[in-house]
């Protein structure tokens, strides 16, 4: 774009991503990304009127090229931020309470369950709802994942994003701190010879509709799930 009005453009989208701090793109956690798109939403980053979602679009689409092309040309990458579709109504990222009320919701640490099974239910729950937050995964990506995607020497997991027409690129996320811890506990609970990571989600025995009821509960009663 060197010579040309897209680079100024690129740079004036880009620019907005110097709140973070300076440090290796891989470092950089998803939370981080979405706590800056949440401020563009709020405010525009600047104490004026919210930032439209056209321009935020606009902005997501550089920050992932970038890293797009770093990944391309062998270079350290970053996690990209995940596109949203257009829906009715205002779209926005939960804030940090609402996360932990969420989470509260989902395994809530004073409630056991009626059985054994009923407590294995909410925590395989609640370190399902951990990837999703945390690296910005798709469901069936979590819910499909397999152990050989998962390393922990680098601290990534690796998912496959694509259509079948066109095929499936691997895309490199890297674990914050508590989805690395909740992986290794899991790893040493499941044992050696479990191939999933969350095995009964993969087999279809268990759904997403945890999240809807934990939505209601914590009292998001306008998030749509």
Not at 60 to 89: C, E, F, H
Not at 182 to 189: G, S
Request: net charge positive; hydrophobic share 35%.
């Amino acid at each position: 774009r060197a010579g040309t009005d897209g680079l100024a453009n690129a740079t004036r989208h880009l620019e907005r991503f110097k709140a973070l701090d300076d440090r290796y793109l891989k470092d950089i956690q998803i939370n981080e990304l979405t706590d800056i798109i949440n401020e563009l939403r709020t405010n525009g980053g600047t104490g004026k009127k919210p930032m439209a979602a056209s321009t935020i679009s606009v902005m997501i689409n550089y920050w992932n090229s970038l890293m797009q092309w770093a990944d391309d040309n062998k270079y350290t990458t970053g996690t990209k931020i995940p596109t949203m579709r257009q829906v009715k109504g205002k779209v926005r990222w939960l804030t940090k309470d609402e996360e932990e009320r969420l989470l509260f919701a989902i395994n809530p640490p004073f409630y056991n369950g009626k059985s054994i099974r009923c407590d294995f239910d909410k925590q395989n729950n609640w370190d399902l709802s951990v990837i999703l937050l945390d690296l910005g995964v798709r469901y069936a990506e979590a819910a499909d994942l397999p152990w050989t995607q998962v390393d922990f020497d680098l601290e990534t997991v690796t998912v496959y994003r694509g259509k079948s027409k066109t095929g499936f690129k691997p895309a490199t996320l890297y674990m914050t701190k508590r989805v690395c811890e909740m992986l290794k506990r899991r790893k040493e609970e499941l044992g050696p010879n479990e191939a999933m990571v969350f095995p009964t989600k993969h087999e279809g025995y268990d759904d997403a509709h945890y999240m809807q009821r934990a939505v209601k509960r914590s009292g998001l009663s306008s998030a749509q799930v």
